[in-house]
């Protein structure tokens, strides 16, 4: 069974840092595009970053452009989300996603396979 299972929320103070971890398990996602998406309460879930399946294209919402980094590991089967500069807006819960298209997406619909989410809490 392919699973997606992110870690490495938790509650911050506006400025600090985390890094997230999305760590598959069932295959290999190898040469497959990942992506992280984010969603708080009665909202669409929105674009966060994806990266390309050989890890040479990157791409940012412009909101995080310049503070966050998604970065894979492809021996690890992990893909990451280092998150500088957090800012209350950045509370959300994070869900990371891959394709099998090696394409980077910013469109939630063209991912197949999605983790459980991890909440991020940015505290003023």
């Known amino acids: 069974q392919v699973q997606l299972v992110e870690s490495g929320g938790g509650l911050v103070q506006a400025g600090g840092s985390l890094r997230l971890s999305c760590a598959a398990s069932?295959?290999?996602?190898?040469?497959?595009?990942k992506g992280w998406f984010r969603q708080t309460p009665g909202k669409e879930r929105e674009f966060v970053a994806t990266?390309?399946?050989?890890?040479?294209?990157?791409y940012y919402a412009d909101d995080v452009k310049g503070r966050f980094t998604i970065s894979r590991d492809d021996a690890k089967n992990t893909v990451y989300l280092l998150m500088n500069s957090l800012k209350p807006e950045d509370t959300a819960v994070y869900y990371c996603?891959?394709?099998?298209?090696?394409?980077?997406?910013?469109?939630?619909?063209?991912?197949?396979?999605w983790g459980q989410g991890t909440q991020v809490t940015v505290s003023s």
């Open positions: 069932g295959r290999t996602f190898s040469g497959y595009a």
């Open positions: 990266i390309s399946g050989s890890g040479s294209t990157t």
């Open positions: 996603a891959a394709r099998v298209s090696g394409v980077g997406s910013t469109v939630r619909r063209t991912y197949d396979y």
